[in-house]
């Protein structure tokens, strides 16, 4: 069975442009997440989709968003970039039919640097 | 404010030399606490996933517990390759599910 896999996996932008990251999940899972991971704050979680709803959203400005497509790939756009988006985007899929996730399959990541 | 803090921050072992790391929160409604292996420049490895204090989870070399408090990763006779970051997370009850992370844990095995 094929993992998470994400695109691109490195990403260069400069301050102001905005970004769209991509996450295909594992066959079967209809449950996606979106976390941010940097050294000073740790893994953070952004938002969950499900079935193309958000059904969780955490504490991020409104310059993140995203979007869950009907064959469950999801994508995360950042919109006017600052320095400190500067992180890897680590996206994780999970089957959850019902609740939360439980096992969640994290994918490589993407790392993004903004200048 | 809920908070998971993970110690220590890092560990040196030897290898075959025993030890624990530990997972404290101060969260209430406790829905299932998870431990995570990552690896350098990779995503999270999914461990374990504990619901209930008291339980008790293994694979391998690694034991996971938990109270009622905290949660203990036992690393019993560690290789080299059990070196990596270890991360727990909890994840609250209630209707929204907004995982929690601890900081993690460095560990280091040495041969």
């Known amino acids: 069975k094929a993992g998470v896999t994400q695109t691109p996996r490195y990403l260069i932008k400069t301050r102001g442009q905005q970004v769209t990251l991509s996450c295909s999940p594992i066959?079967?899972?209809?449950?996606v997440s979106w976390y941010q991971q940097t050294p000073g704050q740790g893994l953070q979680f952004l938002f969950e989709?499900?079935?193309?709803?958000?059904?969780n959203k955490g504490n991020f400005p409104g310059r993140f968003s995203g979007r869950q497509f009907s064959n469950s790939r999801s994508e995360m756009n950042v919109s006017t970039l600052e320095l400190g988006d500067s992180a890897l985007y680590l996206c994780?899929?999970?089957?959850?039919?019902?609740?939360?996730?439980?096992?969640?399959?994290f994918g490589p990541g993407t790392r993004l640097l903004v200048l | 404010e809920d908070q998971v803090t993970q110690s220590p921050e890092a560990l040196r072992l030897q290898e075959g030399e025993s030890s624990s790391l530990n997972c404290s929160y101060t969260?209430?409604?406790?829905?299932?606490l998870f431990w995570y292996r990552q690896d350098p420049g990779k995503g999270p490895e999914f461990l374990f996933t504990?619901?209930?204090a008291g339980e008790e989870k293994e694979k391998e070399r690694l034991k996971a517990t938990l109270t009622k408090k905290e949660s203990f990763l036992h690393i019993t006779a560690p290789k080299p390759e059990d070196s990596a970051t270890y991360l727990c997370?909890?994840?609250?009850?209630?209707?929204?599910?907004?995982?929690?992370f601890g900081r993690g844990t460095s560990l280091i095995v040495h041969p």
């Open positions: 994780a899929s999970s089957f959850s039919p019902s609740g939360p996730q439980e096992t969640a399959y």
């Open positions: 066959s079967g899972h209809r449950s």
């Open positions: 989709y499900f079935s193309e709803t958000q059904r």
């Open positions: 969260v209430s409604g406790l829905r299932g």
């Open positions: 504990l619901y209930s």
């Open positions: 997370a909890v994840h609250l009850s209630g209707g929204s599910y907004i995982p929690t």
